[in-house]
């Protein structure tokens, strides 16, 4: 079982970085959304503060790197990588699941090598949701944290994933009440985690009853994972799957839908991530609601070239942020909240038919 979770991780990582796995047509929704340019911005671009607060730790930006690898040999070069860049810039990241470490101890090291390069950073574990109905329990959960010295676990849904996945495990009867258990019974807070196909109001308001204390959205519009599942099914003359992952491959909730329809149903930390590509990206899903942006294909791509290599792409990604707040006239991440944006297209569509107020995004009265 070790030695097939440590090959399935092997496979992610090659096909991540070698196959075309993004959405074919489901876009994020980010080009519905629309700041609003200020001529008159009324502050000094120098003077903008990036530095935010979530999860009692304090961001040097408003981003971290989100749950990429683990369990192999080069995914120990890559997380030591992302950690040493975002112990740099002041960041945080989460590592990918932690399964095939907790089956077999020696790959341990790939995960925990991410706290010795990141003494200080946010650090975010991760269990998969259905493995507590396979028998892993607060043992588990806590072995998880433990191994990489976490200020935080993430417990990923992985439904579409799973469904696609040749070796997938598809009862998920059950678990938002597991989640409910281990969130009451640790001391980190519980993050729950989609994997690229959004996370709707109804699941993020039974999430927050159960007691997380954050919900990453991980919306549609950036990598499929039905779509690396697939590849992995045409590897293995494996049909069925094959086509199913075809079938679904742009399968999910709209990652800046998904952000709206989760920030305006709770009142804990939304880590936007899904299809986040540049700093604009990031202004948006912070504007919309997210306390977090989080991103993981580019900087996986970036981490294969090495640190000089992430330590710029990330650079880029908050100096880009940083331009999208002066242009808006946001001088911290708090008036980036409060900045009115307009909603269009199809993401208006939506929203108004799920019963959620568009409008009220455009009529934010702009602190001055």
């Not at 911290?332 to 939506?350: H, Y």
């Amino acid at each position: 079982m070790a030695e097939e979770t440590r090959r399935r991780k092997a496979d992610h990582i090659k096909i991540a970085l070698n196959q075309h796995v993004q959405t074919r047509k489901t876009t994020t929704g980010f080009e519905d959304i629309h700041l609003i340019h200020r001529a008159l911005p009324e502050i000094d671009k120098q003077k903008i503060d990036l530095s935010t607060t979530v999860f009692n730790h304090k961001f040097a930006a408003p981003i971290i790197v989100g749950a990429i690898t683990g369990g192999t040999i080069e995914a120990a070069k890559i997380n030591a990588t992302i950690a040493e860049a975002v112990e740099a810039l002041g960041l945080g990241m989460g590592v990918g699941s932690q399964r095939a470490a907790i089956e077999d101890k020696k790959l341990e090291k790939t995960f925990a090598i991410t706290r010795k390069k990141a003494p200080k950073a946010f650090l975010i574990a991760n269990i998969g949701g259905v493995q507590l109905n396979q028998g892993y329990s607060l043992r588990e959960v806590k072995k998880a944290i433990e191994m990489i010295d976490a200020d935080a676990i993430a417990i990923h849904l992985n439904p579409l994933q799973e469904v696609i996945q040749p070796e997938g495990q598809t009862n998920f009867k059950g678990i938002l009440e597991k989640i409910g258990q281990i969130a009451e019974k640790i001391d980190k807070p519980v993050i729950a985690k989609e994997t690229g196909a959004g996370i709707a109001a109804e699941e993020a308001k039974k999430l927050e009853a159960a007691g997380v204390k954050g919900i990453d959205v991980s919306g549609a519009g950036g990598t499929s994972f039905a779509a690396v599942e697939y590849y992995r099914a045409r590897s293995l003359e494996n049909y069925v799957q094959r086509r199913l992952g075809d079938v679904f491959w742009d399968w999910g909730i709209p990652t800046a839908v998904s952000i709206v329809e989760v920030s305006q149903t709770v009142s804990i930390p939304v880590i936007a991530s899904g299809g986040i590509r540049n700093g604009l990206d990031a202004a948006k899903a912070l504007a919309l609601g997210g306390s977090l942006a989080s991103l993981s294909q580019p900087i996986l791509r970036a981490a294969s070239k090495g640190i000089e290599e992430t330590v710029r792409v990330l650079s880029l990604l908050i100096s880009e942020l940083k331009n999208g707040m002066f242009l808006v006239g946001a001088d911290s991440v708090k008036a980036l909240w409060k900045t009115p944006l307009v909603i269009t297209g199809k993401t208006a569509e939506w929203l108004r038919a799920r019963g959620f107020n568009v409008e009220s995004y455009a009529r934010r009265k702009r602190r001055y």
